[in-house]
């Protein structure tokens, strides 16, 4: 994967966690960034897109945010449900065009 | 209420073939960019293909270029893959999306339960 997460991320209930997503100008340099939430034997689900947006129903303790080729997805409040893999992604204008999803990052609460 | 389901995964041998299906409700089908993401045994998710609503654009990633070929048939709601010389590391839950595509920006804002495919001897 060209955009790159770290490969884990923790934190006790309550607490804020942030997850980085780094690409390049070709793609989170260049588009809008979204953010997708995968909980054990469920479908993906988004969690931002354009960068900072919620769709309905996702709690406003999710945040996103972009910089440059880089982007966060911030969680206040963490609790025991938050507990799944997150990836960000966006489209490359790279090639003749695809979209690419981060390398995941498992948030844990301890 | 926005449904996909997929369909027609199992288990076929390296070097065969499979099509899924994704059936979609709930939404004008016609109008909507729509995508194939899969997920490998303890890998993370990776795009696979797209296709534009009148299917005057597609794209791919590159490990399928040549070998998997998206279609779609806005008359009856569905949009396919058809997978040909499959191999191993094709062994995946694959995903139907449904997406929005504007200026600078693509997301896969639904998704379907998917469809599990098996590539092994």
């Known amino acids: 994967s060209v955009l790159t997460q770290p490969p884990s991320a923790s934190g006790t209930p309550g607490q804020r966690v942030t997850i980085s997503c780094s690409g390049s100008s070709s793609n989170i340099g260049n588009n809008y960034v979204c953010w997708y939430q995968y909980l054990p034997g469920m479908a993906p689900k988004l969690l931002i897109y354009n960068n900072n947006q919620r769709p309905s129903g996702v709690p406003d303790r999710f945040s996103g945010s972009k910089s440059g080729t880089s982007a966060s997805l911030a969680i206040s409040g963490l609790q025991s449900e938050d507990e799944a893999d997150y990836y960000c992604a966006a489209w490359d204008d790279s090639l003749n065009g695809f979209y690419v999803f981060g390398t995941g990052t498992k948030v844990t609460v301890l | 209420e926005v449904q996909l389901v997929e369909s027609g995964g199992g288990l076929v041998q390296p070097g065969g073939s499979l099509r899924l299906s994704c059936a979609a409700s709930?939404?004008?089908?016609?109008?909507?960019?729509m995508s194939w993401v899969r997920q490998a045994p303890g890998k993370g998710l990776e795009w696979v293909a797209n296709?534009?609503?009148?299917?005057?654009?597609?794209y791919y990633v590159d490990s399928v270029k040549g070998r998997f070929t998206i279609s779609r048939d806005n008359a009856k709601n569905s949009l396919y893959l058809q997978m040909n010389s499959l191999r191993a590391e094709d062994t995946a839950l694959y995903y139907c999306?449904?997406?929005?595509?504007?200026?600078?920006?693509?997301?896969?804002?639904?998704w379907g339960q998917g469809t599990l495919v098996t590539v092994s001897s």
């Open positions: 999306t449904r997406d929005s595509q504007g200026p600078n920006e693509y997301t896969l804002n639904y």
């Open positions: 296709m534009k609503p009148d299917g005057s654009e597609i």
């Open positions: 709930g939404f004008i089908f016609r109008t909507y960019w």
